[in-house]
């Protein structure tokens, strides 16, 4: 068996369509490769990929933000540099203007 993400990051026509576009990564915390690299550092790192924001549900995309039913706020990556727009924050479903940020 092979995770999605797994055959998105080696086969290069799966990735292809996603060169030249800024994407979008939804995740949680589970959401990694069969490694456990998280998928919001895998993408990163794929030379075709330009992970411009990421999405991430209560307590944050990587579970590490608090456990209990206080809202998640937005934030930027601090080792890529995107915004982490929280669909448990103050509002509960995207936002015009972080539609700005990515392509796909």
Same mark, same amino acid.
């Given at each position: 068996?092979?995770?999605?993400?797994?055959?998105?990051?080696?086969?290069?026509?799966?990735?292809?369509? #996603?060169?030249?576009?800024?994407? &979008? %990564?939804? /995740? *949680? =915390?589970?959401? +990694?490769?069969?490694? #456990?690299?998280?998928?919001?550092? &895998? %993408?990163? /790192? *794929? =030379?075709?990929? +330009?992970?411009?924001?990421?999405?991430?549900?209560?307590?944050?995309?990587?579970?590490?933000?608090?456990?209990?039913?206080?809202?998640?706020?937005?934030?930027?990556?601090?080792?890529?540099?995107?915004?982490?727009?929280?669909?448990?924050?103050?509002?509960?479903?995207?936002?015009?203007?972080?539609?700005?940020?990515?392509?796909?």
């Amino acid at each position: 068996m092979k995770f999605g993400l797994d055959r998105l990051l080696s086969d290069p026509a799966l990735s292809a369509p #996603l060169k030249g576009r800024r994407v &979008a %990564l939804v /995740a *949680h =915390p589970a959401s +990694t490769t069969q490694d #456990l690299t998280h998928a919001v550092d &895998a %993408l990163a /790192a *794929h =030379p075709d990929i +330009t992970l411009s924001a990421a999405f991430g549900p209560q307590h944050g995309m990587k579970g590490d933000l608090q456990d209990n039913m206080m809202e998640s706020p937005d934030y930027t990556d601090p080792v890529h540099g995107i915004p982490v727009f929280s669909l448990y924050g103050e509002v509960r479903r995207p936002q015009a203007e972080w539609m700005d940020t990515f392509d796909v």
